[in-house]
């Protein structure tokens, strides 16, 4: 199985998502948006943005 986002609410009634790998561990998070429409396109942008993104390391000298 993949891993999977998840959109809930926080303690302030706004709107977030995670992403959560295999394994259930949180391993991005979004932030907070006051709709559910708003939490859903960042997740879109971010599943968009994400394809064939390169990783830079810039902790290389």
Do not use: C, H, N
Not at 33 to 43: C, E, H, S
């Amino acid at each position: 199985m993949a891993g999977q986002f998840e959109i809930y609410k926080d303690q302030s009634g706004q709107y977030r998502f995670w992403l959560k790998g295999r394994g259930g561990e949180i391993v991005a998070t979004g932030e907070s948006y006051p709709t559910k429409a708003g939490a859903k396109k960042g997740v879109q942008a971010v599943q968009k943005a994400a394809e064939g993104a390169k990783v830079v390391d810039l902790t290389e000298e």
